[in-house]
């Protein structure tokens, strides 16, 4: 079964950048579609970007011009640069896959801090 590690988290100021990466076991082309998520505290976790095994990226309205998301084949990796953080960006980021055969995954989050 695919194991999903996201790392890359931290507390960074308003303004500033992260890269969060999302490091997969298996074979990255296993999966046919990576997702990042976030989710706040008591909050609903949200869909920020998607990338399919084909190339095609997605991101939420919320973060776009800001976040870029971006698969790596040859290391087994997914990637979310975050760029112009906000406070509002502060949540638990999660790695999320859906294999070929219609399996999904989840990692266990990566912590967001942006302070103001």
């Known amino acids: 079964q695919v194991q999903l590690g996201e790392s890359g988290g931290g507390l960074v100021q308003a303004g500033g950048s992260l890269r969060l990466s999302c490091v997969v076991s298996?074979?990255?082309?296993?999966?046919?579609?990576m997702s990042w998520y976030r989710q706040a505290p008591g909050e609903q976790r949200e869909l920020v970007a998607t990338a399919t095994r084909i190339g095609i990226t997605n991101v939420a309205d919320s973060v776009k011009g800001r976040f870029t998301i971006s698969r790596d084949n040859a290391k087994n990796t997914m990637y979310l640069q975050m760029n112009s953080l906000k406070p509002e960006d502060t949540a638990v980021y999660y790695c999320?896959?859906?294999?070929?055969?219609?399996?999904?995954?989840w990692g266990q989050g990566t912590q967001v801090t942006v302070s103001s």
């Open positions: 999320h896959a859906i294999s070929r055969v219609g399996v999904t995954y």
């Open positions: 298996g074979s990255i082309f296993n999966l046919n579609a």
